[in-house]
């Protein structure tokens, strides 16, 4: 699956700082802004799984499960 999210990376005492505005909560950091970009992309990666696990809880077992591409 591929998804692509907005990343803001700012610099703070020698720290790069990222998050994205469309998952809130999902930020990163890192010495570099690689480390950073790799580090936000995990957070986001964990978070999106969470909310997954944590949405299918609720649904039906006799409800049909399907995917959509947006894009």
Not at 24 to 27: L, T
């Given at each position: 699956m591929h998804n692509?999210?907005?990343m803001i990376?700012?610099?703070d005492g020698g720290?790069?700082?990222a998050y994205s505005p469309e998952i809130?909560?999902?930020?990163g950091q890192g010495r570099t802004k690689e480390e950073?970009?790799?580090s936000l992309s995990e957070a986001i990666?964990?978070?999106l799984h969470d909310r997954l696990h944590d949405a299918l809880l609720t649904?039906?077992?006799d409800a049909i499960?399907?995917?959509v591409m947006v894009g």
């Open positions: 692509e999210f907005t990376l700012e610099e720290w790069f700082i809130p909560g999902a930020n950073a970009r790799k990666e964990l978070i649904v039906p077992d499960k399907d995917v």
